[in-house]
C-alpha cells in the first residue's frame, strides 16, 4: 500500500488539511503502533540532517510562539554534550485548545516519533513527557502508546511522563523545566533558555506536542513537501481549534495559508452572524466581525494585520449580540487568579485591572477607570518572570480596541444585553495546586 | 572606544517584594508602579556614576533581587 501522503493542494488552495490527522477515522480511537507504521513505514533514524531539513521545511513552533524550530534544535545540539533532555509539552493548559488532548488520543505516535527524533538529532539521553494530571483520556492512550513501544523493542530514548496540576501557565517553558526537575510547575526568573541550562540544569528542548507530530510528518516526506501548503514565512498546516458561535465546534487541520472565512465555510460556518472572535486564546487578541473572514491565519500577517497571532491554533467565535469587553473581563478575571502569585506586578497589575474591567463590564465604571485600565496595561507589560502578564494585557487591550464602539455603551452606563448571552465558552474554575 | 560589555540593571521580580529602596538610590534607571514595585529602564548604563548608585542599589536591596547583566557589545559578537 502507498504512504497515506494527502492530495497536493488544490489550484485554489486546501482550507482543511489532512496531515497529522490522516488515517483512520476519529471515532476509531486512538491510532496502534502497529498500523501507525503500516500506515506511514517506520521512521528514519534522526541526526544533524534532520535539523536541516526542518530549517528548510520553515516549521515553527505550535505551542503558542511560533519560533523557528530548527533555531531551537540547533541550540540545544550545539549546548548538548550528550546530556540534553528533550520535553514533549502536552500540558495543554489553555482552556479553549484541545488539540494536544486530541493529537496525543489519537495520534500519539506521531508525537512519540517526533520525540525521538529529537532526541537523535540533538544528542539527548531522555525524553519527558508532560502532560496534565487531569486529561484523563489522553493520560490513558499515551501510558498504552509507551507501552506497544517498549513491547515492540524500539530502539529509543526512554520517556518519562511528568504529570502537572491542570495550570493555565504550566505549559510555559521555565514552569515545565522547573516541575520536570522536581518543583512546582511555576514559572522561574531566568538569564539562560531552557535550551543551555533546562531540566537538572541540562540542556533542554521543551517543544509542544503538535510540533513533534509535525517533525515525524517532515522526516519522512521532507521538506518540500511540508511547504506544499501554508505561507512562505508559516509554511505547513497546523491543528485548530474551533469554538463558541460555530455549527460544528472541534479540533482541524487546517492549511496555514488559508484565510479563517474558507475554514469556516468548509465546516459548517457559525451558528449566528459572529459579533467578533478570540483568535489565539486566552493570551490573544480580539477581532471585530468585519475582519472575521479574511482573516489570515499565518504568524507574519496576523502580525501584521491585528498585532497578534493563532497562539496554539484557537479561533472562539462570539454569538450575536455576544459581548467582547463581557468575555474579556471573565478572561482576564481567570487569569488573574491563574497568576503563580510570585512577581509583583502582575499578582498587583491583573487584580487591579480585573477590579476596574469588572466594574466597566457591568457598566458601572467609577470616575477615571478606563484611564487606569489604559495606563496598568502599559505599566505590567513585560515585567512578570514570565509573560503571563504580557499575555493576560495584550488580550484586554485587544478587546478595548476592537470593540471600542461598544465600550461606550459600558462607559456611559447602560446596560449590556451581552452579560446573558449563551455561546461563548466560559473560563473554567482557577486550579489551587502547582505540582 | 566603547565598552566591551553593556551593563544593563536588572530585577527578579520573583525575588522582588517591592521594599522600593532601589527607586531612591538610583532614580536615573528605576520608577516605582502603583503598587510600589521597581520599574527598571531597559538601556545600558554608560554613565560612571549611575553605575556607582546601580551598583550601590544592588548590594542595599534586602531581597537580593537586583542584577546588573554584563551583555557583550556588538563591538565584541564582531571581534
Known amino acids: 500500500m502507498a504512504m497515506n501522503l ?28 502497529e498500523d501507525h507504521e503500516q500506515r506511514l513505514k517506520r521512521r528514519p533514524a534522526g541526526g544533524p540532517w534532520l535539523i536541516e531539513v526542518i530549517a528548510r521545511s520553515g516549521l515553527r513552533g ?13 541550540a540545544a545540539a550545539a549546548a548538548s554534550q550528550g546530556n540534553a533532555v528533550v520535553v514533549i509539552n502536552g500540558s495543554e493548559g489553555e482552556p479553549l485548545s484541545s488539540k494536544d ?49 517498549r513491547r515492540a523493542g524500539l530502539q529509543e530514548a526512554p520517556i518519562k511522563v511528568v504529570r502537572t496540576a491542570h495550570r493555565y501557565i504550566a505549559g510555559e517553558s521555565s514552569a515545565v523545566v522547573n516541575r520536570a526537575s522536581g518543583g512546582p510547575s511555576k514559572p522561574m526568573f531566568t538569564l539562560q533558555r531552557a535550551t543551555e541550562k533546562g531540566v537538572d540544569d541540562r540542556p533542554t528542548l521543551v517543544q509542544n506536542a503538535e510540533t513533534m507530530a509535525h517533525v515525524a510528518t517532515i522526516a519522512r ?8 501548503l501554508g505561507t512562505a514565512q508559516s509554511p505547513g498546516s497546523t491543528l485548530l481549534t474551533l469554538c463558541g458561535n460555530v455549527r460544528q465546534p472541534g479540533v482541524y487541520e487546517v492549511d496555514l495559508g488559508a484565510r479563517l472565512g474558507s475554514v ?9 452572524p459572529p459579533a467578533g472572535a478570540l483568535v489565539g486564546g486566552y493570551f490573544g487578541t480580539w477581532v471585530a466581525p468585519q475582519a472575521l473572514a479574511g482573516l489570515p491565519l499565518d504568524a507574519e500577517r496576523l502580525r501584521a494585520e491585528h498585532g497578534g497571532s493563532l497562539g496554539c491554533g484557537i479561533v472562539a467565535v462570539l454569538p450575536r449580540d455576544g459581548c467582547g ?25 491583573l487584580a487591579a485591572l480585573s477590579e476596574a474591567m469588572e466594574r466597566i463590564a457591568s457598566s458601572a465604571p467609577q470616575p477615571g477607570d478606563l484611564e487606569r485600565v489604559h495606563r496598568w496595561i502599559g505599566m505590567v507589560r513585560g515585567r512578570g518572570a514570565c509573560h503571563h502578564p504580557d499575555g493576560a494585557v495584550g488580550q484586554l ?31 473554567p474554575p482557577s486550579g489551587d495546586r502547582w505540582r | 572606544m566603547s565598552e566591551l560589555v553593556q551593563r544593563k540593571l536588572r ?49 542595599t536591596c534586602p531581597r537580593l533581587a537586583l542584577l546588573i547583566e554584563e551583555v557583550p557589545s556588538r563591538l565584541t559578537e564582531r571581534a
Open chain 1, 62 to 74: 505550535r505551542g503558542g510562539a511560533w519560533f523557528p524550530t530548527a533555531r531551537k534544535w540547533s
Open chain 1, 221 to 228: 516526506y521532507g521538506s518540500d513537501w511540508f511547504r506544499k
Open chain 2, 11 to 59: 530585577v527578579n521580580p520573583i525575588l522582588c517584594d517591592g521594599y522600593g529602596y532601589c527607586a531612591e538610590i538610583v532614580p536615573e534607571r528605576i520608577a516605582l508602579d502603583d503598587w510600589g514595585f521597581p520599574i527598571v529602564a531597559a538601556e545600558s548604563i554608560e554613565d560612571e556614576e549611575v553605575l556607582g548608585h546601580a551598583r550601590r542599589a544592588v548590594g
Open chain 1, 264 to 272: 469556516l465555510d468548509a465546516v459548517g460556518g457559525t451558528v449566528t
Open chain 1, 397 to 427: 487591550a485587544g478587546a478595548l480596541s476592537a470593540f471600542s464602539e461598544h465600550l461606550g455603551l459600558h462607559m456611559s452606563g447602560r446596560a449590556c444585553p451581552g452579560h446573558d448571552v449563551a455561546g461563548f465558552p466560559p473560563p
Open chain 1, 325 to 349: 469587553i463581557v468575555e474579556s473581563t471573565r478572561i482576564l478575571t481567570y487569569l488573574a487568579a491563574e497568576t503563580s502569585g510570585q512577581c509583583g506586578p502582575c499578582v498587583n497589575g
Open chain 1, 6 to 33: 494527502p492530495a497536493a493542494p488544490s489550484a485554489a488552495y486546501t482550507p482543511v488539511g489532512w496531515r497529522l490527522m490522516a488515517g483512520p477515522a476519529f471515532d476509531t480511537g486512538c491510532e496502534r503502533l
Open chain 1, 101 to 149: 488532548r486530541t493529537l496525543l488520543s489519537l495520534r500519539p505516535h506521531l508525537v512519540l516519533d517526533g520525540a525521538a527524533l529529537a532526541a537523535e538529532s540533538i544528542g539527548a539521553t531522555e525524553v519527558v513527557l508532560y502532560l496534565s494530571r487531569d486529561s484523563r483520556g489522553t493520560n490513558g492512550a499515551v501510558e498504552r502508546a509507551l507501552e506497544e513501544r
